[in-house]
């Protein structure tokens, strides 16, 4: 499983930004995937998950109600669409995928077996 994530850049505080993560694999819908975030001297954090039918949604306190995570199984593609951008969530987000075992969806990094590259997302205020 490949993932690329893209869409990040510079923003200001107030704005939005759509993140989406490509996933090259032969069955996506084989997969939970995941969003995390890592800023500058912190920890790798959760922000999102979707599950494999896209029918469940989990998020981060943080960013409830400003972020909206969806999926597309017939293009490879999950999405996260930022708004209501914060200073605070500055870091670089990262797209994940873990094989779906059971009715879990994980918000754990290391639950999550596949990972992409990461994109920046930079907020002024």
């Known amino acids: 499983v490949q993932l690329q994530a893209s869409g990040g850049g510079l923003v200001q505080a107030g704005g939005s930004l759509r993140l989406t993560c490509a996933a090259s694999v032969r069955t996506f819908s084989n997969y939970n995937m995941g969003w995390f975030r890592q800023a500058p001297g912190k920890e790798r954090e959760f922000v999102s998950a979707i599950s494999w039918s896209g029918g469940r949604t989990y998020y981060a306190d943080s960013v409830k109600g400003r972020f909206t995570v969806s999926r597309d199984n017939a293009k490879n593609t999950v999405f996260l669409q930022m708004n209501s951008l914060r200073p605070e969530d500055t870091a670089r987000y990262y797209c994940?995928?873990?094989?779906?075992?059971?009715?879990?969806?994980?918000?754990?990094?290391?639950?999550?077996?596949?990972w992409g590259q990461g994109t920046l997302v930079t907020v002024s205020s």
């Open positions: 994940a995928a873990a094989r779906r075992l059971s009715l879990l969806v994980s918000t754990t990094p290391s639950d999550y077996t596949y």
